[in-house]
């Protein structure tokens, strides 16, 4: 018999970034012998999935920056012992992003036009039956 199992984990870096890993393993288990306790498969399982999740965190803590590990240093734990979401900004819509409106101040934008269009079919969806 055997099991795979996999374990993937991305954290939040400074600037926007990321980082990822994952790992996956596949173990063969000896045949279940009837008269085994009925918790060692599930032993094994969780065995094979915990040594994925240290191998993740062991290449996520070789490549952290600065000695944080990514967001999840940065965000604290409620109450319940799980860990919050991180509120992310969001960005401004509209044509103008941030980085146009800084351009545009600082005279680099000077005789940009933006056009507004209507959207097209596939946007709206058109064309469907």
Do not use: N
Not at 21 to 50: I, K, S, Y
Not at 96 to 122: C, H, I
Request: aromatic share 4%.
């Amino acid at each position: 018999m055997k099991i795979a199992v996999g374990y993937s984990k991305k954290v939040g870096l400074p600037d926007d970034g990321s980082l990822g890993a994952t790992c996956g393993l596949e173990v063969e288990l000896p045949e279940p012998d009837p008269h085994a306790e009925a918790g060692a498969f599930e032993r094994r399982a969780r065995a094979a999935f915990a040594a994925c999740a240290r191998a993740v965190q062991d290449e996520l803590d070789r490549h952290r920056v600065d000695g944080a590990r990514g967001d999840d240093a940065a965000r604290p734990d409620d109450r319940r012992g799980r860990r919050r979401r991180a509120v992310r900004r969001r960005r401004p819509r509209g044509p103008l992003r941030r980085r146009g409106r800084r351009a545009a101040d600082a005279g680099r934008g000077a005789g940009m036009e933006f056009v507004l269009r209507p959207p097209t079919r596939p946007q709206t969806g058109g064309g469907r039956a």
